[in-house]
Structure formats: structure tokens, C-alpha cells
């Protein structure tokens, strides 16, 4: 009788338990799905007056770049203001435009509670274009302010000298996931400091020649005969508008010891011609924003070429240095050939091999330790807002997927744990 009791106190205090925790596995696992990724293009979808603007989130690959944040604040141009502006009719280089666009991006969750609480002397709010690096100073943040008596909340640029449109006020709140993404439509693009739509396109050329600039630093014959051979030289040389570009550039020593097994002269003109742009950023990087560079992963030309996400280069400071990895070479700047913006070339210690032409195959040489390398060396040369919840603390900073995914797995493992524990207490009873 006793047993028959404690048998039925324990099942009706167990099966709740067991349908309490399943509901928390399955709101977890919601969870996880949610901030593991952002489909900001999906999100925009319902909206066809902001198809322009999630045209180009997609075209430019800033939508990607975006995919793997978890705390962030999307200020969307409608259709109307985005045609009247001169973004598009002017600005002929795709990399001006994805920074104009990713200074749209604001790197945390802010809801409308949030922005009423800005001063009407402003706060600074980091954009995905600051942490490009290619920022000047803090012209990569935006300035927000609330006004109280309008109901106004106001984003603009920093820099009371910069070049119009400049600033821009948010309409309405169109889409909100607490506490991680946020959008709203803002009345005007907002161009950060140092974009001048407004500016003739035919720019005077430098007159820079690469390859003379190359044979003058010494040691890079091999790298100039190459780009000469192959004619990607003149790419390099028409890109050096607008955002203006980045070489990293072999030393002659680094081509002499290349493993035979890479088999790099044995390539089709056009792989060697996707190696070679694999070695160039499109966008000036003085030795200075390379060393506190914030999105390590960065596209090179052959990323244009072969698509997004392919030809990458992680470029990171280790030990003082500026290394490069491309997945199978490691990579370090060993000196500066050229700084004379908008081009800057650094000579380096190995050839970057891209893993899409080589793969694990390439069967490379142990990269020697990047404590050894040299340090690098300049040459001379109106708002009617629905309110929304408030970020809680500690929510303000940018979240990665990556983390936020491994402690909710941790967490899942843990149920799970208890719920066989549970089963299994309530088998032996039975």
C-alpha cells in the first residue's frame, strides 16, 4: 500500500516535470535557430517599398556579412528616398557602396524604449563600417539623438564637416525580435564622412605604375614579371578610385620556396590570375588599420570574381605582426613598399595559396613562427513608434552566434541529462 502511494506521488509529481522540461528543450531549441543566423533580406521581404534596399544588402554582400551577428540595429531605406539620392548614379566602386550600406548597420539591439532614452546631445552607436577599419577616426559611428518636445529621434554623422546627406530621422519601427534585431525606416541615406556622392567620377588617375613601383622595392622581380605576364596589373591599377586598394606582394624568396607539391606554375592562366588577385584588398589599408583591422575575414578581388564567401584572407596581429591565413599558408608582412593613399603595397613572407585552387592537396610547408618575423618597415615614400521592450543588461554589446549557440547547446545537454535521469528514476519504480 505504502509502495502503491509513493509509486502514485512520484508519477504526479514526475510527468509534469518531464512536460515542464520538454517545453523548455523546445523553446531552447527555438532559441538556438533564432540567433544562430539572421536572414535580413527575409526579413525585409514583406516590405516591397524597401526592395531597392535589400537589393542591395544582398548585391554588395553585406547580407552576408550580417547572417552570423545576433545583436544588431538595421536603419532601411524606402525606395522613394534611396532612387532620389545619388548612391547609385554616382558612385561608380561597388566597395563605396557597400560601406555606405553597411553604415546602416548599427552593431546592437536598440528598441524604441532605447531610443527615447538618447539625450538630445546624442550617444555614439558603432556601424558595421567602423568595424571594417576603413573608417576615419570615429566617423564610423553614428550620433543618435531624441527630442522630446517633436517626438524626433535623429541619426546622423559625427563630423559637422561632412558632405550631405548626413543624417537622416527614423519613421517607424517595422520589424522587432527582441533582444537581438531591430529595423526601421529612416527618411534620407546617411553617408558617412569622406563619401562625396556628389563628386565627379572622372577622377584623375594617380599614374602609380605596380610594376615599377615593385621592381624600385627590390626583392619582388618574380611578383612584378608575373603581373606584367598576366595583365591583372592593369586591373589593379583602374581600381585604385575610390576605396583604393591593398597588394600583398611575395618576396622573391617567398616564391623560391613554394613546395613542388603546390604545383603553381603548372596552373591555367586564368587560375594564376585568381591567385593573384587573391593577394589584393579592395580598399586602401595603411599598415596601421591592418594592425587593428576589427573584421579579420576580408573579400579580395577574387572574392568579386568568384563570388561571396570565396577567396578570403583572415588577417590578424600576432605578436606584433600582421599575419595572413588563408586556410592552408600563413603569412606575415614583412615590410612596406608603397603607402601613398589611396594604394598601399606590403611585401610578405609566403606566396597565399587560396584553398579553392589547392585545397588540403597543397601539402605546404609548417608556417615558421610568426614571433620570428621581422616588424614591418615604411619606405620612404517624425516618430510614431509602437514602444518595445528595453534591452536588458548586459544585452547593449554585440552577441556572436557562435558563443551564444554553444551555451544553449550546453544547456540543451544538460536537460537532456536530467530528463533520462528522471525516466529512468521513474522505471524503477514501475
Known amino acids: 500500500m505504502a509502495a502503491t502511494l509513493s509509486l502514485s506521488l512520484l508519477t504526479s509529481h514526475t510527468i ?11 523553446l531552447l531549441h527555438t532559441t538556438t535557430t533564432v ?21 542591395l544588402l544582398r548585391t554588395t554582400t553585406v547580407a552576408t556579412d550580417l547572417s552570423d551577428r545576433t545583436s544588431l540595429t538595421l536603419l532601411a531605406v524606402p525606395n522613394s528616398f534611396l532612387r532620389s539620392s545619388d548612391l ?24 524604441v524604449h532605447d531610443l527615447r532614452d538618447f539625450p538630445p546631445t546624442g550617444k555614439l552607436i558603432t556601424t558595421l563600417f567602423q568595424a571594417t577599419g576603413r573608417a576615419t577616426n570615429n566617423f564610423g559611428y553614428v550620433n543618435i539623438t531624441y527630442d522630446g518636445q517633436t ?14 546627406p548626413n543624417n537622416a530621422n527614423i519613421i517607424s519601427l517595422i520589424k522587432n525580435l527582441p533582444y537581438n534585431v ?10 558617412p564622412y569622406g563619401f562625396d556622392l556628389l563628386a565627379s567620377e572622372t577622377r584623375p588617375p594617380l599614374g602609380l605604375n605596380i610594376t615599377k613601383a ?33 597588394l600583398f606582394v611575395p618576396t622573391d624568396d617567398a616564391f623560391a620556396d613554394l613546395p613542388a607539391t603546390a604545383n603553381f606554375q603548372s596552373l591555367a592562366a586564368d587560375k594564376k ?60 608582412v614583412t615590410q612596406t613598399v608603397l603607402d601613398q593613399n ?80 528522471c525516466m529512468n528514476f521513474v522505471s524503477i519504480f514501475l
Do not use: W
Not at 540567433?35 to 537589393?55: E, Q, W
Not at 566602386?93 to 553597411?102: L, M
Not at 513608434?385 to 544547456?411: D, I, K, M, T, Y
Open 342 to 421: 589611396p594604394v598601399a603595397i606590403f611585401g610578405i613572407s609566403r606566396v597565399l595559396l587560396p584553398k579553392e585552387i589547392f585545397g588540403k592537396n597543397a601539402m605546404v610547408q609548417n608556417t615558421p613562427p610568426i614571433s620570428g618575423a621581422p616588424s614591418p618597415i615604411t619606405s620612404s615614400s517624425p516618430l510614431d513608434l509602437q514602444p518595445g521592450p528595453s534591452s536588458p543588461p548586459g544585452s547593449r554589446e554585440e552577441l556572436h552566434s557562435s558563443a551564444n549557440v554553444r551555451c544553449v547547446n550546453f544547456l540543451l545537454v544538460c536537460i537532456g541529462l536530467v530528463v533520462c535521469m
Open 214 to 246: 615593385l621592381i624600385d622595392g627590390h626583392n619582388f622581380n618574380v611578383a612584378a614579371s608575373m603581373l606584367t605576364a598576366s595583365g591583372v596589373v592593369s586591373e589593379f591599377e583602374s581600381d585604385e578610385g575610390g576605396a583604393g586598394i591593398t
Open 35 to 55: 540567433i544562430s543566423a539572421v536572414n535580413i533580406t527575409h526579413l525585409l521581404s514583406p516590405y516591397p517599398d524597401l526592395s531597392d534596399f535589400s537589393d
Open 16 to 26: 509534469p516535470l518531464y512536460y515542464l522540461i520538454l517545453l523548455l528543450f523546445i
Open 182 to 191: 531591430s529595423i526601421y525606416t529612416v527618411n534620407s541615406l546617411i553617408v
Open 151 to 164: 517626438n524626433t529621434t535623429t541619426v546622423r554623422s559625427p563630423a559637422a564637416y561632412s558632405q550631405p
Open 273 to 332: 590570375a585568381d591567385v593573384l588577385r587573391f593577394h589584393v584588398l579592395h580598399s586602401y589599408y595603411p599598415l596601421g588599420s591592418l594592425q587593428s583591422i576589427v573584421n579579420p575575414v576580408q573579400p579580395t578581388l577574387a572574392t568579386e570574381d568568384k563570388g561571396a564567401g570565396s577567396f578570403t584572407l583572415n588577417i590578424s596581429r600576432v605578436n606584433g605582426s600582421v599575419c595572413i591565413n588563408t586556410g592552408i599558408i600563413q603569412a606575415s
Open 88 to 111: 547609385l548614379r554616382r558612385s561608380s566602386s561597388s566597395t563605396n557602396i557597400a560601406d555606405v550600406i553597411r553604415y546602416h548597420v548599427l552593431l546592437q539591439y536598440l528598441s
